[in-house]
């Protein structure tokens, strides 16, 4: 019998008890359709830690070991590098049947349509962790494009800024265990374009190493999307001044102006009604709150969606469109 039709819970393992991993391990522990089944990782203190934190939690120190504990879903939030091969043995081993994974779903294009392949041949719900679709902010502007408050969207601006490396010393190596500025920080803002415009195709791009030989610190590029809509990105976790990561978009439109950002969204329009929204105003209010509302909101929608048996987003399948922009902007970038 299924674990959760016996006693009405979805057990649960998380892989990686990093920043993220310990994030989402308490989340989930707080909710009361979940039972937290196993934590997964490989640092011996990090698993000593783990004992005390998590009590009546299986505490293991390798995949293989998840296996036999029944599990139903399991959350993977190890870094982007090891997203795609622990995912496709967590598939292959089939220890579990539901996968979250933390963004990005790969750190290229085919091993992200590898997961979307072996999801779709595993079944059970599979969603990436782009917690701005959580965001109030972010739903708002979604809502007000949807009911075509700007009339046709013309262009738009986005960014994601943070000074993470800012006061890096030059050949630091500290920002590739992140991989690059596209994955770890840009990814968010690039998914929220993709969900707010639809496909876009690359035009001129650029990146910069300001830390090291390699490393990829600031992006900026060019995109076109359907229906002649252009657009521009602006990354960088180099910027100073930014010690939260600050994520937006300036949308323009043939009836007005949309600002949206995490903190709040201002909307001006010739015909029809100007408004200004804050968090705030927004019911940004959550259950559990750790580490921000959208963060909460996201693990509850996916464990809804597990209890539920209902497809969840964004899928591996929506995810992997941002790996794919961003290996074209790798691609346009470096002149190929």
Not at 99 to 113: Q, R
Request: glycine share 10%.
């Amino acid at each position: 019998m299924n674990s959760m039709e016996s006693d009405s819970k979805v057990r649960v393992a998380v892989v990686g008890l990093g920043k993220m991993g310990l994030l989402h391990a308490s989340l989930l522990s707080a909710m009361p359709e979940v039972k937290l089944c196993a934590v997964c990782d490989k640092s011996k203190l990090i698993l000593r830690i783990s004992k005390k934190i998590f009590r009546d939690v299986q505490v293991v120190d390798d995949l293989q070991k998840l296996a036999g504990l029944n599990i139903d879903a399991v959350h993977v939030t190890t870094p982007i590098p090891s997203h795609h091969p622990i995912a496709r043995m967590l598939y292959s081993q089939r220890i579990a049947g539901n996968l979250f994974v933390e963004k990005t779903l790969a750190t290229n294009y085919n091993g992200a349509k590898e997961l979307c392949s072996l999801a779709e041949d595993f079944g059970g719900v599979n969603m990436v962790g782009y917690m701005k679709r959580f965001s109030v902010t972010f739903r708002k502007a979604k809502d007000l494009l949807d009911k075509h408050v700007l009339g046709e969207v013309e262009s738009f601006e986005a960014y994601a800024f943070s000074s993470d490396f800012s006061d890096v010393r030059q050949g630091s190596q500290v920002a590739g265990a992140r991989g690059g500025v596209l994955e770890d920080l840009g990814s968010h803002v690039l998914d929220v374009a993709l969900w707010f415009f639809g496909d876009l195709q690359i035009g001129s791009a650029k990146l910069e190493s300001l830390i090291s030989s390699g490393s990829e610190d600031t992006a900026s590029f060019d995109v076109k999307g359907s229906g002649g809509v252009e657009g521009h990105f602006d990354m960088s976790w180099c910027k100073r001044d930014y010690r939260m990561p600050e994520f937006g978009l300036v949308i323009h439109g043939s009836n007005g102006v949309m600002n949206v950002d995490d903190d709040g969204l201002r909307l001006e329009v010739s015909k029809g009604q100007s408004g200004k929204w804050y968090r705030h105003d927004l019911g940004d209010s959550v259950r559990f709150l750790l580490g921000g509302p959208e963060y909460s909101r996201e693990d509850e929608y996916f464990i809804k969606s597990v209890l539920g048996k209902t497809n969840a987003e964004p899928s591996f399948l929506t995810a992997s469109k941002v790996d794919y922009v961003i290996e074209q902007v790798r691609r346009k970038a470096g002149g190929k």
